[in-house]
């Protein structure tokens, strides 16, 4: 398919990092998004040494006053967004915790970041994605979206409403030609998984780019779902 221009939230590590490597290898050009200069600095010139097309752009999503100027900065390195992946997300302190023992400040700032800056760089970029008549929003979800663990509760709500956030902008952008996914990708062998499990044995959990696969299919075929669904990766087939 001809190449996409990509904005990836949360693309200096795990998932983010796999999927920018995966689609610049097919010819899509990536903007991956994160905090940390030096490790986003490492994964965009991992993607330039292999032919790809890439740019990193620091920003905290949950800074209200870095969306607009991110907006405006990826499409001015690539070019207008025709997908915008949501990967961003925090679990709030570790070791998790139970709802009574979290403080009511770091709830708020676990859905600035899970949920809020999703919302804000949606509303920044899928303007432009309604005026063309196309564009995909994929929101990287849980299954703490649809089931309720013990200590998970923090990340869990912002990720049960993220999922509702994503049917509703399915709802009111289906006549406008943007098609918009929730994504489960399941376990994974990440910094994350590790922080919120550490007990757990990584060799038994699958590796980002196995899972950034399976992503890239949904990426590049995505009518094969309909808009507003939930997509769980592991049940994706070539």
Known sequence: MEGKNVLITGGSQGLGRALGRSLARRGHRVVLVARGQEALDRVVQEIREEGGVAHGVVADLGDQEAIYPLAGQAAALIGPIEVLVHNAST????????????????????????????????????????????GLVLHVSSDAAIQAYPRWGAYGVSKAALDHLSRTWAAELAEAGVRVLAIDPGEMDTAMHQAAMPEADRTQLPDPIQVAA?????????????SGGRVVLSEVRS
């Open 214 to 226: 399976r992503l890239v299919q949904v990426i590049e075929a995505p009518a094969r779902w309909p």
């Open 91 to 134: 679990l709030g302190p570790t070791p998790l915790r139970l709802l009574m023992d979290t403080e009511c400040e770091d709830l708020l700032h676990t859905l600035e970041v899970n949920l809020v800056g999703p919302f804000r760089l949606t509303k920044a970029l899928a303007g432009h994605m309604a005026l063309v008549g196309r």
